[in-house]
T-cell receptor
Framework: GENVEQHPSTLSVQEGDSAVIKCTYS??????FPWYKQELGKRPQLIID?????GEKKDQRIAVTLNKTAKHFSLHITETQPEDSAVYFC?????????FGGGTRVLVKP | KAGVTQTPRYLIKTRGQQVTLSCSPI?????VSWYQQTPGQGLQFLFE???????NKGNFPGRFSGRQFSNSRSEMNVSTLELGDSALYLC?????????????FGPGTRLTVT
């Protein structure tokens, strides 16, 4: 079945530094890879996504890369700010069912 | 547009009882998916409804069921509650079924089973 591994589980960075979260997946049929940010007590918020026909996508300070051959994708946050502190989840889908990674708790230290 | 709404936001139930949770998708969205979030198991897919029909189902026991109404609102029901059912139940709405659409989450219902 589908499986998504996410690393690291926790990440502490200094404000202004970059943060990188990596995910690997197993289902060859996966064609959609969203990233969600969940702040404490809040709903998961879709922050960026990428589809299998694209290798990279950028939106201001965040970017995602996808390597379909190796079955891994990554989230890059540049110039981190304290408000970037949250839990980030990667996910994959080949339809309407999302399979999530275990999450990465990101702490940005001022 | 208003976002996804869920009611109730918090619920406390006793083992053996049943519970019904409600989700109203974003206006115009016709697909509703349900997820369970726990510290130990993370985010897990329960089921998805589109056009009042269940289209996809996760690996949960039959005590977990759902339905969708003609206005796309969805409900999920958990019967014979167990302590392990304590979790945040999230629904997500999508504009279509298939072709991996974006999914937008509601605030969730926090269920505590005692």
């Amino acid at each position: 079945g589908e499986n998504v591994e996410q690393h690291p589980s926790t990440l502490s960075v200094q404000e202004g530094d970059s943060a990188v979260i990596k995910c690997t997946y197993s289902d060859s049929a996966s064609n959609y890879f969203p990233w969600y940010k969940q702040e404490l007590g809040k709903r998961p918020q879709l922050i960026i996504d990428i589809r299998s026909n694209v290798g990279e996508k950028k939106d201001q300070r965040i970017a995602v890369t996808l390597n379909k051959t190796a079955k891994h994708f990554s989230l890059h946050i540049t110039e981190t700010q304290p408000e970037d502190s949250a839990v980030y989840f990667c996910a994959e889908a080949a339809g309407n069912k999302l399979t999530f990674g275990g999450g990465t708790r990101v702490l940005v230290k001022p | 547009k208003a976002g996804v709404t869920q009611t109730p936001r918090y619920l406390i139930k006793t083992r053996g009882q049943q519970v019904t949770l409600s989700c109203s998708p974003i206006s115009g969205h016709r697909s509703v998916s349900w997820y369970q979030q726990t510290p130990g198991q993370g985010l897990q897919f329960l089921f998805e409804y589109f056009s009042e029909t269940q289209r996809n189902k996760g690996n949960f026991p039959g005590r977990f069921s759902g339905r969708q109404f003609s206005n796309s609102r969805s409900e999920m029901n958990v019967s014979t509650l167990e302590l392990g059912d304590s979790a945040l139940y999230l629904c997500a709405s999508s504009p279509r079924q298939g072709r991996s659409p974006e999914q937008y989450f509601g605030p969730g219902t926090r269920l505590t089973v005692t």
